[in-house]
T-cell receptor, first 114, second 112 residues
């Protein structure tokens, strides 16, 4: 059973650019959530995808968007990058549909915006 | 407006003793609570959970206590081991797992 994987590990972008982060969910999991973790803070919920549909969204602007594919892998896209977008981006997957509570996290992508 | 608070940024405990990590929440609609452990350069790892219909859940060295009237939960680790040194996050959900709210974390150091 493979765990949650994320790519790339690190990324440096310039303000105003766009970025795409990728996540492969754990085998058998059909729900993926994305989180932003700023330095010294806990993860903050961005949105969740269940069976390729957005299934909940946190307090993030529309320039944060996502996709889930038929194999349940997922992408997080951020447009018009701002300096405050610098953070660790975590993806987590769950099994048993959207009502499963126990999420399994990937190692994250460290995004630096300069 | 922090809905989940972990007021102790750090905690140091001697190996073999009990570690107690605390978490307070403000949203009375939260119905499920989880604890995660995070090592540097890794994602958070699920430790233990409790639903709002229970007041205690135990798994090996880890026990979580929930006091709904006080909106407080705690994680007890007995006995503490050096490998337990990590950042611990408390998380809560009120919507069937669609939106987890995390606390800021407590860094636990277990001293040999």
């Amino acid at each position: 059973e493979t765990g949650v994987t994320q790519s790339p590990t690190h990324l440096i972008k310039t303000r105003g650019q766009q970025v795409t982060l990728r996540c492969s969910s754990q085998s058998g999991h059909n729900t993926v959530s994305w989180y932003q973790q700023a330095l010294g803070q806990g993860p903050q919920f961005i949105f969740q995808y269940y069976r390729e549909e957005e299934n909940g969204r946190g307090n993030f602007p529309p320039r944060f968007s996502g996709l889930q594919f038929p194999n349940y892998s997922s992408e997080l896209n951020v447009n018009a990058l701002e300096l405050d977008d610098s953070a660790l981006y975590l993806c987590a997957s769950t099994s048993g549909g959207a009502s499963s509570y126990e999420q399994y996290f990937g190692p994250g992508t460290r995004l630096t915006v300069t | 407006d922090q809905q989940v608070k972990q007021n102790s940024p750090s905690l140091s405990v001697q190996e073999g003793r009990i570690s107690i990590l605390n978490c307070d929440y403000t949203n009375s609609m939260f119905d499920y609570f989880l604890w995660y452990k995070k090592y540097p350069a890794e994602g958070p790892t699920f430790l233990i959970s409790i639903s709002s219909i229970k007041d205690k859940n135990e798994d090996g060295r880890f026990t979580v206590f929930l006091n709904k009237s006080a909106k407080h939960l705690s994680l007890h680790i007995v006995p503490s081991q050096p490998g337990d040194s990590a950042v611990y996050f408390c998380a809560s959900s009120d919507n069937y797992g669609q939106n987890f709210v995390f606390g800021p974390g407590t860094r636990l150091s277990v001293l040999p």
